[in-house]
C-alpha cells in the first residue's frame, strides 16, 4: 500500500466516523429539533440521515478491503483472537460504561434515560443490551460494531469461495437483502455485502486509489446518485424489493462520492496534517455516545432545548468536539500500560514510536 493510498483510507476513516456521529447527536434523529423537521432540516438531511446513515456502509467497504489485503491468509483462530482484542473487548466495555451512566442518570439525577428502555427484563435481555449478542444493544451505535465483527468472520469462513467464484458470492449475497429476516446472525445484512465488495475489489488486484479516480467514482457516484433521486421522484422507492434496490444504489452512489472527494484530498498538502487522526477514530466512535449525551444535559441546563437556533452550534460542533476528545485522550493513553491500551481502545501506541514515526 503506497503512501497515497494509506493517506486516503485514513481520511476516510475520519470523514466516515465523524458523519456517522451526527446521526447519534442528542436527542437524536427519531426526536423533532432546529435540524430535525425544522428550520435547518436540509442540513439535519444532509450530514445525519444522508452522509451518517451511508458512512456505515462505506466503511464496511474500506474493511473489508482491508481485510482481504492484510489478513484474509490468517488462520480463524488468529482472526478471532485479533477481533476479541482489538474490536471486541473496547466495545464490551464502552458498552458497559454507557449502561452504568444510563442507570446511574436515573439513581442520582433522577432524569429518564431513554436508552434503557431498550433493555429487555431479565438477564438474558440485560446481556443482550450488553453485547449485542442476539438483539440490539442499549447504545445502539455500537451495534454496527457487532455486526461487523461477525461479517468479517463470514468473510474469512467464505474466502475460497470469494477467490474462487466473487461473482457467485457477490449473487449469493445479495439474496440476503430480498430475505424478511436475517437475524440474530446479521442484522444489517448490507454491511457485509459491502464488506464483500470490498474483498472483491481487493482480491481483483485493484486499489482504492485507483477506485477513487474521478473518471470512474465520480463519474459513476453521480450517476447512481442521480438514478435514486428519479426512483424517489417517480414513487418506485417506495415498494419493498425495489426501495431495498434503492438503498443499494444509493449507498453506492454517495459512497463513489466519497471516495472521489477524499482521493483529491490525499494528494492535497492539507493531508499529512489530519491523516494522523485515523487512529483516533475507533476511541472516538466508542465514546462518542456517552460523551454526547453529557454534554447534552448540560447544554439544556445552560442554553435550551434542540427547537433552539443555538442548538444548530451544539448539533454541528459536538462530533468535532468528540473526535478533539478522542485525540487528545488517544494520545494521553499513548503513555498508559499495553493492556489497559488494548481494554479501551484495541490496539497499543508507543509514545517514542509514534513521535520518531510522524517526524521521520
Not at 61 to 85: C, H, K, N
Not at 124 to 130: E, K, Q, T, V
Not at 244 to 261: E, F, Q, T
Not at 303 to 315: D, E
Request: proline share 6%; aromatic share 8%; with cysteine.
Amino acid at each position: 500500500m503506497d503512501r497515497e493510498e494509506s493517506l486516503q483510507i485514513e481520511l476516510i476513516r475520519v470523514l466516515c466516523i465523524l458523519t456517522m456521529m451526527w446521526v447519534h447527536v442528542s436527542p437524536g434523529l427519531s426526536v423533532p429539533s432546529y435540524v430535525n423537521d425544522g428550520p435547518m432540516d436540509p442540513l439535519g438531511l444532509f450530514l445525519g440521515r444522508t452522509l451518517g446513515r451511508i458512512s456505515v456502509t462505506t466503511l464496511s467497504f474500506i474493511s473489508g478491503y482491508l481485510f482481504w489485503r492484510t489478513a484474509i491468509g490468517r488462520p480463524f483462530s488468529e482472526v478471532v483472537r485479533r477481533l476479541f482484542a482489538g474490536i471486541l473487548l473496547p466495545m464490551l466495555v464502552w458498552s458497559a460504561a454507557f449502561l452504568l451512566l444510563a442507570f446511574l442518570k436515573e439513581a442520582l439525577v433522577d432524569q429518564p434515560a431513554s436508552a434503557l428502555d431498550r433493555v429487555q427484563p431479565g438477564f438474558w435481555g440485560l446481556f443482550n443490551s450488553w453485547t449485542g449478542l442476539a438483539g440490539p444493544q442499549a447504545n445502539l451505535s455500537l451495534f454496527f460494531i457487532r455486526d461487523l465483527i461477525i461479517s468479517t468472520l463470514i468473510l474469512r469462513l467464505a474466502a475460497p469461495l470469494i477467490s474462487a467464484a466473487p461473482v457467485a458470492a457477490l449473487l449469493l449475497t445479495l439474496g440476503l437483502l430480498a430475505l424478511p429476516q436475517t437475524a440474530p446472525v446479521l442484522f444489517r445484512p448490507n454491511i457485509f455485502l459491502f464488506m464483500l465488495l470490498g474483498a472483491v475489489v481487493a482480491r481483483a488486484g485493484q486499489t482504492i486509489t485507483q477506485l477513487s479516480r474521478p473518471g470512474l467514482a465520480l463519474s459513476l457516484g453521480l450517476l447512481l446518485t442521480l438514478l435514486t433521486i428519479a426512483m424517489v421522484k417517480s414513487g418506485l422507492a417506495g415498494q419493498h424489493h425495489i426501495g431495498v434496490l434503492h438503498d443499494l444504489l444509493r449507498r453506492m452512489g454517495i459512497g463513489l462520492l466519497m471516495l472521489a472527494l477524499t482521493g483529491v484530498l490525499a494528494r492535497s498538502v492539507r493531508a499529512a496534517q489530519f491523516a494522523p487522526l485515523g487512529r483516533h477514530c475507533f476511541l472516538a466512535y466508542l465514546l462518542h455516545v456517552p460523551l454526547i449525551g453529557i454534554c447534552w444535559s448540560a447544554w439544556q441546563s445552560v442554553v435550551g432545548t434542540q427547537n433552539q437556533p443555538a442548538y444548530l452550534i451544539f448539533y454541528l460542533a459536538i462530533p468535532v468536539v468528540c473526535l478533539a476528545v478522542a485525540a487528545l485522550g488517544g494520545r494521553a493513553l499513548d503513555h498508559a500500560p499495553v493492556p489497559l491500551q488494548i481494554t479501551l481502545r484495541g490496539k497499543s501506541f508507543a509514545a517514542a514510536k509514534l513521535r520518531h514515526r510522524q517526524s521521520a
